[in-house]
């Protein structure tokens, strides 16, 4: 029978049960901390929780002990309850001798039972307060000390509670993939609640995988060939390939969801030959694989870990006996001692052989159903503080930032002609109709961030892809009313996030919805849990609206706003710019750099400089191929 109960005697009477299922069960002890955790997740993060069950599944590793959540209003259908299984291995710990190694599977616990009722650790990385404070919302009690390690990789399942042993009724699987520049990040957060989505009709698996220099460090060789991350993400979905059944779900129906670099990573998985046949849609948010965070050059990331064991005192021209003496180092070293920036994915020739791009160009990618999209402002958050409110931003500060832009992500082959790029660039970019007052001058500021780290990749991928399978696009352009901080960065990287989750619906004190919300949130999960289920957003009308696909035809996208509207030709010549444009630029500069610097002329070293330093004759010859690319895009 189903009965209120005060905040005070859930918290105790909670407390009791745990520590009894523990003991009687036979397995680990919980962590104090863990169990007030799980008691404020379901008392207090979901309100309206009424009575909460224990239950047993049984997998090929040996039974699993979960919780059942009822509640008291269904989102969809008649699901008014959620089974959640928190931390389950699905491989073994990397550490020691796996410590930069290919993930194996873990080891089975029967005839034990595993309590899967809190959470296990996040991934060892640098102690960050925005996520540390994060998890701490779901997680109270949670330090970087004691609860992150290398032993990181596990799982969390949430599934629909209605005939979720019943394998007859199988639900379609959503894996998602959390994003952080691939050094950062968890899925135990305030905004990636478990517990709403399942209520959809599908079932929700997070999973946590190696970052920094424990999931991407390189030797370039066989050594370390490096996407330890990536390969954990692999190990992850042949877990569910294995178990899913055992939850209620399909592994036949099976649909990755990242955003940022799990976004990208949702893109290297369409291109790797370890991840075929392990999943059937894919979503990509805020990143894709062609975005310039997606991959490093292999070159750099070896020098980064010759550079780290110098520091640790492993340096050796053998790179075996290199990994060899950094995996006997202390975890906490290696954190302090390896270069983050520019972390992630190299050319293995295991898990990926070749750049995305040419594997896109060359037809090498898996035809499945694609959703690809981006906010209206991704970039603000890489503002640099110095052009924030309240510096005012004149034309002489916006030329300044798009020469700090272009140097500090490397946009140009040659020093020499870095300022042909950023002519380029500022002329692109500057309000000519417009007064160049300091807001419109920022907000070009974030149009340039936004355009080459997300929106433009993110439509040459999608304008590829649709070319062999179903594809969607959508640009995430509602700002909460609620939020009223920095309204100057819009629509910013990762505030889509709590809205793919049900955050509006979950009472979470920390963030403020409106009605308005809510509907974003039920639209963005109807939109998926469909896609999910047939591979269509909208098999029929969502909020009135009818997703068309995406192609280089029509350009169709969505855009998700407080009212839903299907567009076309999303910001047309900003995109060309980058995707025709640019990569025609950087040819152009890279060869003038080369012939003014290698002498071609021979016996007249004068002339080469004076050809370097000839703007007017560069500038026509940079004109005419801009129109001509802008020609070009009205008949592509």
């Known amino acids: 029978m189903a009965f209120s109960l005060r905040t005070s005697d859930i918290l105790l009477f909670r407390t ?18 863990s169990i007030v955790g799980l008691i404020v997740l379901e008392s207090v993060l979901l309100g309206i929780t009424i009575s909460s069950d224990t239950l047993l599944v049984e997998t090929k590793y040996g039974k699993i002990l979960g919780r059942t959540q009822h509640f008291s209003k269904q989102l969809s259908g008649d699901i008014r309850s959620v089974n959640t299984f928190l931390g389950i291995p699905f491989a073994s710990p990397p550490i020691n001798r796996l410590r930069f190694r290919s993930p194996e599977p873990p080891a089975i616990w029967k005839p034990h039972i595993y309590n899967a009722t809190f959470f296990r650790n996040v991934c060892q990385q640098q102690e960050y307060s925005y996520f540390g404070d994060s ?62 989505l399942p209520r959809m009709g599908v079932v929700l698996v997070t999973i946590q995988y190696r970052l920094g220099p424990f999931g991407f460090l390189t ?22 390939q294995e178990n899913i059944k055992a939850f209620g779900g399909d592994p036949n129906k099976v649909t990755i969801l990242g955003v940022s670099s799990g976004g990208a990573s949702v893109g290297l998985h369409l291109l790797s030959p ?62 302090l001692n390896y270069e983050w920036k520019s972390t992630g994915p190299v050319i293995d020739n295991y898990f990926i052989s070749d750049t995305p791009e040419s594997l896109r160009r060359s037809g090498k990618f898996y035809r499945v159903p694609l959703i690809g999209g981006f906010n209206s402002d991704e970039g603000a958050h890489n503002t640099p503080e110095v052009y924030r409110p309240p510096t005012k931003i004149t034309s002489s500060v916006f030329r300044e930032s798009i020469k700090s832009f272009v140097k500090d992500n490397r946009l140009h082959y040659n020093e020499k002609t870095a300022v042909l790029i950023e002519d380029a660039i500022e002329f692109q970019y500057t309000p000519w109709s417009k007064t160049s007052d300091s807001p419109t ?34 640009e995430f352009s509602h700002r909460s009313k609620a939020n009223t901080a920095d309204a100057w960065m819009g629509v910013k990287h990762g505030d889509n996030t709590p809205y793919d989750f049900g955050a509006p619906f979950s009472n979470i004190t920390s963030l403020k919805f409106t009605e308005e919300d809510q509907n974003v949130s039920s639209l963005i999960m109807s939109l998926y849990t469909n896609f999910a289920k047939f ?35 999303f910001e047309s010549q900003r995109m060309a710019f980058w995707n025709s444009y640019y990569p025609r630029l950087l040819n152009f500069s890279n060869h ?20 370097r330093s000839n703007p007017v004759l560069l500038s026509l010859l940079l004109a005419g191929l801009y129109y001509f690319s802008l020609h070009l895009l009205q008949f592509d």
């Not at 009791?16 to 901390?33: E, P």
């Not at 390690?149 to 894996?175: H, Q, R, W």
């Open 219 to 240: 030797t370039g060789d066989s050594a370390a060939p490096g996407n330890w991350g990536l390969l954990d993400q692999v190990q992850a979905l042949k877990w569910i």
């Open 535 to 569: 591979g269509n957003p909208t098999p029929q009308a969502v909020q009135g609206v009818t997703w068309g696909e995406f192609n280089r035809t029509t350009r169709l996208y969505l855009r998700i706003q407080g009212k839903p509207e299907i567009q076309a030709n």
């Open 441 to 474: 001058l920022r907000k070009k500021m974030i149009n340039i961030q936004s355009d080459y780290f997300v929106a433009a990749p993110t439509v040459e991928v999608l304008g590829i892809h649709s070319m062999s399978a179903p594809t969607y696009m959508y």
């Open 274 to 335: 370890r991840s075929e046949g392990l999943f059937h849609q894919a979503i990509a948010e805020s990143g894709v694989e062609f975005s310039p965070f997606a991959f490093q050059s292999v070159k750099e990331a070896a020098l980064k870990t010759k550079n780290t064991a110098m520091k640790l005192g492993c340096n050796s021209e053998n790179t075996h006996d290199m990994i060899k003496c950094l995996r006997k180092k202390d975890a906490q070293s290696i954190v």
């Open 135 to 196: 998890i701490r919302i779901v997680w109270p009690g949670f330090t970087w000390e004691r609860d992150s390690s290398e032993d990181c990789l596990y799982l969390n399942i949430f599934a629909p509670g209605k005939n979720a042993t019943n394998t007859s009724e199988l639900y379609p699987v959503i894996m998602f993939i959390h994003g952080g520049s691939y050094v950062f990040g968890t899925t135990a957060r305030h905004t990636t609640p478990g517990e709403v």
């Open 16 to 33: 009791c049960q745990r520590v009894i299922v523990s003991h009687m069960a036979g397995i680990m002890q919980v962590k104090s901390s």
């Open 592 to 611: 003038i750099g080369q012939e003014a610097t290698s002498g071609t002329n021979q016996g007249n070293h004068n002339e080469g400089v004076e050809r």
